[in-house]
């Protein structure tokens, strides 16, 4: 699973861009250079890549910050999980060894 933290700014009427928004996750609206906060999560890459589509087309959304959650480092099993097919490799791999994707790492 996949949470991400998507930030939103909106043109006037944070209030309804809220009401639409709140069907896509847990969302907050918050003082500061966002209005809302929106804590979402997906089974994938391609989910996550839909409720952004979905979030896009919203009106009123003038842009957005999108923060995925590395939840991928386990140090305990000293392993790192693909975020794009789930499988687990070792710490310093860089790709994949079942899909081929680039590991993210820190
Ligand atoms: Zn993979």
Same mark, same amino acid.
């Given at each position: &699973?996949?949470? /991400? %933290? ?13 009401? *639409?928004?709140?069907? !896509? ?5 918050? %003082?500061?250079? %966002?209005?809302?906060? !929106?804590?979402? =999560?997906? #089974? *994938? ?7 952004? !589509? =979905?979030? /896009? ?6 842009? #957005? ?6 939840? *991928? ?15 687990? &490799?070792? !710490? ?8 081929? /994707? ?5």
């Amino acid at each position: &699973m996949i949470s /991400a %933290y998507i930030l939103i700014n909106t043109e006037d009427g944070s209030e309804n861009v809220f009401k *639409s928004v709140k069907r !896509l996750g847990e969302a907050f609206l918050v %003082y500061g250079i %966002y209005d809302i906060i !929106l804590k979402v =999560q997906a #089974t *994938s890459i391609d989910e996550l890549k839909e409720i952004h !589509l =979905q979030l /896009a087309s919203v009106p009123n959304v003038r842009g #957005t910050l999108t923060l995925i959650v590395n939840d *991928s480092l386990d140090f305990a099993k000293r392993t790192l999980r693909c975020l794009a097919c789930g499988s687990e &490799m070792p !710490l310093d791999a860089k790709y994949c060894g079942i899909c081929g /994707a680039k590991l993210l790492n820190v």
